[in-house]
DNA sequence: ACTTAACCTAGCAAAATAGTCAACTATTGT
DNA sequence: ACAATAGTTGACTATTTTGCTAGGTTAAGT
């Protein structure tokens, strides 16, 4: 288990695509803008989710990205898992240059330290942060500033 | 909190002077043989944990490194965050340009759960990856030890 | 004095990260 | 049918991090 700023991305940005494709898909550019990230790099970013299964692209006008889960269903090891390269097993994959030696044990203790937090952010969803903080805030501030480009879109004068 | 193979070279490195330097200090060479760390790598990072208070340096013939604090008193996440620079709170450092931002709001989710994970790594100690590591020794040494118990009891003239 | 090993500095190559550009294909509203 | 939208792909560049090399200086034991 890696952590990256790669993955702070990913999750960033599915956790924006929660949050958003409520109703409807979700544009690249449109998350691009809102957490300022460049659209191409979210390209590989979402290109990668795909493959994971965890997201799905919605051609066409009114098209973007939307979950192909639920977001309790989405857990953050995962999100991380995909975007990261298969780390490999380094220099003791198995061989047998490293059977008895103690650079192995300590090895095997760092996989087991791996696999903790692993497992740790397994047990984290996206509908878990979702809930979390002030989200909602944002939710009423949002829906407030829909409010308004309504009233104007209602009264062109 | 970032998880790379820098922060597992530390753990690594620590792990096994936690392990040598019970009776006299440990030098780099010794511990970048065993652990096929290249020695000026090792300069590098014991530079840092010296500069953050874990280590201490001693010269001369028969010096070494050797821990400044028990084993139980020092956590992977003290480590890990000692040899790795200190992440900028990136874009949003407290700044206006990110006040009422959505951008802000995840950044802070995400900034919650590197939390987390820090608190969990502080939840670990060398003592406890080497209380695991005595275990398997234990285990190995025990199986010996059973194997010589039946070759004297299959031979007991 | 001489050796040992920490300590320091500069630099460098490979990899990962972050982002750009351009061409292409599929879908849909009009 | 056609234009607009939006995903898809690949190649390309810049920056940062990583891991390492090479050369020193300084302090402490023999």
Known sequence: MRLTTKGRYAVTAMLDLAFHSQIKPVTLTDIAARQTISLSYLEQLFARLRRAGMVKGVRGPGGGYKLC??????????????????????????????????????????????????????????????????????????????????EIYRHPD
């Open 69 to 150: 889960r639920k977001t309790s269903d989405i857990n953050i090891a995962d999100i991380i898992a995909a975007v990261n390269e298969p780390l490999d097993s380094t220099k003791c994959g198995g061989e047998a240059n490293c059977q008895k030696d103690q650079a192995c044990l300590t090895h095997d203790l760092w996989m087991g330290l791996s696999e903790q937090i692993r497992d740790y952010l397994k047990g984290i969803s996206l509908a878990d942060l979702l809930e979390k903080n002030q989200v909602q805030e944002v939710a009423i501030r949002q829906h407030h500033d829909a409010q308004q480009v309504i």
